[in-house]
């Protein structure tokens, strides 16, 4: 694959630093200038720079810019877009790094890692950073360490696949999210950076407004990776549904998806331990937070978990708790053991699940990698 890139530069009101960055810019390649709205003249102060300017007559956001460009950079016949802010935030001297690595993985979405050793740097961008990674872990399992960075290199593939609903900045996080969810591969880059001091900072990120944005989008996000259905993958083919009804089929079909049996292993025998315990109505947010965080199948535990339903496992846990505190199998079921005594059930609940908990996820663990490691061998041995 020939790599083209294009050097995208969204801007808003960024009249006093445009200049500087679109000439600093072309020394690495050419250079496309979305005016999402600007009424300062900006863009007037760069009219002899050999570059190209899109304008949008009224302001739609930074999300819209990047998508404006995106369909630009198609007509223009290239491979990807490179997007760096005009605020002079971003230094252009790292652009042969992004334009390095997506030589080396064009598949793949890079994201510029800010460092943050500099002076003037907002405690705002610390907090923000932080826990926009966090979510990023969460809600996809991947990890970047600087998910609210602009500067970014994009495979234009990824606009024509991924349907996004934000426009505004919120809209560089559900790309990321989303593209991780279909199967692309997300990568951190070390970028400088430069805050100026607050007085003559600009910036149009507006506090309340886009950050209620960002986090009525993190809620949606969340909520849908918890849901125990596939991502569609940009490049795969579904083939027959996973279900726990049919282990060896569904096995085969994760295996297809790039899951490791070492993943499905773990994954399965998550779910069987945190099943045991009696995390009572909790037991499934706790293995899709768990499975999303360690990037492990969320089906897999889920579908694991369903063996610990009541009454078995509970009762056996709590047979066992009630020998560990009193030396003998608990025979009686009435309205006093079970009823006026169900504290000391929870707690042998407890006790039992302690012992069971890691015993049964062992067990589960090492069938489930015995399973998938046989059927891996046998797809593997399958002509192509």
């Not at 069987?272 to 293995?287: D, F």
């Amino acid at each position: 694959m020939q790599v083209k890139p294009l050097i995208v530069i969204p801007v808003y009101n960024h009249g006093a630093t445009l200049r500087d960055v679109a000439r600093r810019a072309l020394n690495y390649g050419e250079v496309l200038i979305i005016d999402d709205g600007s009424t300062d003249g900006g863009s007037d102060k760069i009219s002899d720079l050999e570059l190209t300017v899109v304008s949008h007559k009224e302001n739609l956001g930074k999300g819209q810019a990047i998508l404006t460009a995106a369909d630009k950079a198609r007509e223009l016949g290239k491979t990807h877009i490179i997007t760096i802010d005009a605020d002079g935030q971003h230094f252009p001297e790292d652009l042969p790094i992004f334009l390095e690595a997506i030589e080396q993985s064009p598949e793949a979405i890079f994201v510029g890692s800010r460092n943050f050793e500099g002076q003037n740097v907002p405690g705002a961008s610390k907090f923000g950073r932080s826990f926009s990674n966090f979510w990023l872990r969460v809600q996809t399992g991947s990890k970047l360490s600087d998910v609210q960075s602009g500067f970014r290199a994009y495979p234009l593939e990824i606009f024509s696949v991924i349907k996004t609903s934000e426009t505004r900045y919120a809209f560089e996080v559900e790309i990321l999210v989303k593209s991780a969810w279909a199967g692309y591969e997300l990568k951190d880059l070390p970028i400088e950076v430069h805050y100026p001091s607050p007085d003559e900072r600009v910036s149009h990120f507006d506090t309340i407004k886009d950050n209620v944005r960002i986090s009525l989008l993190n809620t949606k996000l969340t909520m849908r990776s918890f849901m125990p259905v596939p991502h569609r993958q940009y490049d795969k083919d579904e083939e027959g549904k996973i279900t726990p009804i049919h282990p060896l089929r569904s096995l085969r079909i994760l295996l297809s998806k790039d899951e490791t049996p070492l993943n499905l292993a773990i994954a399965g025998a998550m779910g069987m331990l945190l099943g045991t315990l009696p995390l009572i109505a909790m037991h499934s947010i706790a293995i899709l937070l768990l499975c999303g965080f360690f990037r492990l199948s969320k089906i897999t535990g889920l579908a694991v978990s369903q063996l610990c339903i009541p009454p078995l496992v509970p009762a056996l846990c709590i047979e066992v708790g009630h020998y560990m505190r009193y030396n003998q199998f608990l025979t009686e079921i009435s309205l006093q053991t079970l009823g006026y005594e169900a504290l000391d059930r929870f707690y042998e609940w407890v006790l039992g699940s302690l012992v069971l908990g890691p015993s049964f996820a062992a067990i589960i663990g090492i069938t489930i990698y015995i399973m998938a490691f046989t059927i891996k061998r046998f797809l593997d041995m399958k002509p192509q």
